[in-house]
């Protein structure tokens, strides 16, 4: 519940935030100006939902595959789809050579979850499907959507930082200067805080995917093992898909800081999470450096540490 009001008043926020900046702009340069910036950054945000799957699928280089080719991956991702009451979502596997998955799609009857043959390797079937049910929980809860509107906000501050620092000359460019530093500042906050929506975003799925019957320790597991993936891959690997890292499971890119942490989790060095060693986190004292604390800022996956803290708060499924 606290998850989902967090999400609400980020929400509220950032909408707040524009519609003052409305006023201001109305009031400085005029409604048509805000028009403009306003169909612009909508206009962008657009062209990439509308082409957004195409480029993911061309640039992760994924191959859909039937029922027929993998029928256990097939399974899986159906099931998990029925416990979360959505449409069954195309199945697909990516070369990239490190292990993760990741969901993409316009809406639910339009997603797609695709794995790496990495992953499947590294992975257990049960801590397989609690990644996958954590992938069927961004589609149900319309993740992919949702952070899309939320990146049209620090876009049309940015085009009106622009457009006010280029409007006018002489006195009158020097009246829009204050006015551009502010939506430039608005631009950086606004960004950090669609970060944190991102954020908010990845804890809820990892909830889903408890929800729909996976154990939270599968899935801490299952994170622990990429994060240790991740560390041990070479930089140019990690390099190639920094940019992709939002659709991920796990942010690639801080792994090898990641991983000093979460080895102090795994106390009988067996290279997985058990539940019992879950259970143990939930008094431990381990918390995230400080340094640690502000890249989180800039990230789009919450600290590791921190969100196997959250994991380890949460019940079981019944039966489980």
């Not at 190639?240 to 659709?247: H, N």
Request: positive net charge.
């Amino acid at each position: 519940m606290w998850l989902q009001v967090r999400m609400y008043l980020l929400i509220g926020m950032l909408f707040g935030l524009l519609y003052a900046l409305i006023t201001g702009i109305a009031w400085v340069v005029g409604g048509g100006g805000f028009i403009l910036f306003f169909g612009l950054a909508a206009g962008l945000v657009a062209l990439q939902y509308l082409i957004g799957p195409w480029l993911v699928s061309l640039m992760l280089k994924v191959r859909y595959v039937t029922e027929k080719e993998e029928p256990e991956l097939h399974r899986m991702v159906g099931e998990l789809a029925q416990e979360a009451g959505i449409p069954k979502p195309r199945v697909g596997i990516s070369e990239m050579a490190l292990p993760n998955a990741f969901a993409y799609g316009r809406t639910r009857r339009d997603a797609r979850v695709c794995v790496t043959q990495s992953i499947r390797r590294l992975l257990s079937k049960e801590e397989l499907r609690a990644v996958l049910g954590h992938e069927i929980s961004h589609i149900k809860h319309r993740d992919m959507a949702i952070m899309t509107v939320l990146s049209v906000v620090p876009l049309i501050f940015w085009f009106i930082a622009w457009g006010l620092m280029l409007a006018g000359s002489g006195r009158r460019r020097a009246a829009f200067l204050g006015p551009a530093v502010g939506a430039f500042l608005l631009y950086f906050i606004t960004n950090l805080l669609v970060l944190y929506g991102s954020r908010i975003r990845e804890y809820y799925a990892d909830l889903g995917s408890v929800q729909i019957g996976n154990r939270p320790h599968q899935l801490a597991s299952a994170l622990y093992r990429l994060v240790y993936a991740d560390a041990s891959a070479p930089e140019e690997a990690v390099r190639r898909v920094t940019c992709f890292r939002a659709f991920f499971v796990n942010d690639s890119s801080r792994a090898r800081r990641e991983i000093r942490e979460l080895k102090e989790i795994d106390s009988d060095m067996s290279g997985a999470i058990d539940s019992n060693e879950l259970v143990a986190v939930r008094t431990s004292k381990m918390r995230p450096s400080i340094s640690d604390r502000i890249l989180e800022l800039w990230s789009t996956h919450p600290n590791m540490l921190k969100r196997i803290r959250h994991l380890a708060s949460l019940s079981p499924p019944s039966g489980a």
